[in-house]
């Protein structure tokens, strides 16, 4: 079970927004750990969607963005779109175990 | 651009080791300050984070694997290698290697190899 939990599953129609959520703790998110996430197509690898908190990379739609706040974490998707169908990964570091943590992955399905 | 490409065998016996390759091409593995991590994903599951090697020859695993992997980098044939040793069928997973940029608190991974699945059978 990830230190950084993710709810496994958020859904929403085309064209409206959701949220997906990662709590951590005192030792990571809370500790002022820089969060990431992450895309994953079905059957591709992950792909870096925002860094540090709340930057895109060049080339990801502003309709991705993401907040960070005491030991949480969010990533918003506005005008959700068919191909915004994917699993979503948090990930950020945690200073108890000195290592890389990742979320257990949220499964957003466009209905 | 950088690209990563992983190889190595598909399948490995129980208790046997399990090694893999990572192909780095586009830049220089030495280069600027980054980390060359392995992740892993079992079949329908999350990623696992198993360990990196920083340019400085650092390295830092997952407690839950300490003991039995090893990350390693060969400078001159640019490429990061990954040992994983007395394996189980736990073990079987989707192997990405990926390249770790800090540039606030933690580290973010920019770049990710296809992955490369590893099914530990007799």
């Known amino acids: 079970q990830s230190l950084l939990t993710q709810p496994p599953s958020v859904s929403g129609a085309p064209g409206q927004r959701v949220t997906i959520s990662c709590t951590g703790s005192s030792s990571n998110i809370g500790a002022g750990y820089d969060v990431h996430w992450y895309q994953q197509l079905p059957g591709t690898a992950p792909q870096l969607l925002i860094y540090?908190?709340?930057n895109r990379p060049s080339g990801v739609p502003d309709r991705f963005s993401a907040s960070k706040s005491g030991t949480s974490a969010s990533l918003a998707i506005t005008g959700l779109q068919a191909e915004d169908e994917a699993d979503y990964y948090c990930q950020s570091y945690d200073r108890s175990l000195s290592a890389v943590l990742f979320g257990g992955g949220t499964k957003l399905t466009v209905l | 651009q950088v690209q990563l490409q992983e190889s190595g065998p598909g399948l490995v016996k129980p208790s046997q080791t399990l090694s893999l390759t990572c192909i780095v091409s586009?830049?220089?593995?030495?280069?600027?300050?980054?980390?060359w991590s392995w992740i892993r994903q079992p079949a329908g599951k999350g990623l696992e984070w198993m360990g990196r090697?920083?340019?400085?020859?650092?390295?830092d695993y997952n407690p839950s694997l300490r003991g039995r992997v090893t990350v390693s980098i060969d400078t001159s044939m640019n490429q990061v290698s990954l040992d994983l040793s007395s394996v189980t069928a736990a073990d079987t997973a989707i192997y990405y290697c990926?390249?770790?940029?800090?540039?606030?608190?933690?580290?973010?991974?920019?770049?990710w190899g296809q992955g490369t699945l590893v099914t530990v059978s007799s």
């Open positions: 586009g830049d220089s593995i030495s280069s600027g300050h980054y980390s």
């Open positions: 540090n908190n709340f």
């Open positions: 990926a390249r770790g940029i800090l540039t606030g608190s933690s580290v973010h991974y920019d770049s």
């Open positions: 090697m920083h340019t400085s020859g650092s390295t």
